[in-house]
Nanobody, 117 residues
Framework: QVQLVESGGGLVQSGGSLRLSCAASGSIFSSYPMGWYRQAPGKQRELVARITSGGTIYADSVKGRFTISRDNAKNALYLQMNSLKPEDTAVYYC????????????WGQGTQVTVSS
């Protein structure tokens, strides 16, 4: 089974930085898209950033502030978050989509990011 474990969340002041990490285990291939999603209280889960072998995409709200990267040899995914704002407060989830005869999404438990004013 594919397992994802996020880490790196915490409490930070507005304008600060955090780096989130996602450790993956199981049959993960470099061709599989991976991404970060977040969910704030009372809000729907939304895409933050996604990375494939072909490139990256970002939500408009984080462009220029966040950077997604991956280390295929380590099955690891990262999210560097700079210039954090209170509106970035949410639980952040790591995701991988395994591509095959049917596509399957896997999710981590999530890590809390809280940005104070």
């Amino acid at each position: 089974q594919v397992q994802l474990v996020e880490s790196g969340g915490g409490l930070v002041q507005s304008g600060g930085s955090l780096r989130l990490s996602c450790a993956a285990s199981g049959s993960i291939f470099s061709s599989y898209p991976m991404g970060w999603y977040r969910q704030a209280p009372g809000k729907q889960r939304e895409l933050v950033a996604r990375i494939t072998s072909g490139g990256t995409i970002y939500a408009d709200s984080v462009k220029g502030r966040f950077t997604i990267s991956r280390d295929n040899a380590k099955n690891a995914l990262y999210l560097q978050m700079n210039s954090l704002k209170p509106e970035d407060t949410a639980v952040y989830y790591c995701n991988v989509r395994t591509l095959g005869w049917r596509d399957v999404d896997y999710w981590g438990q999530g890590t809390q990011v809280t940005v104070s004013s």
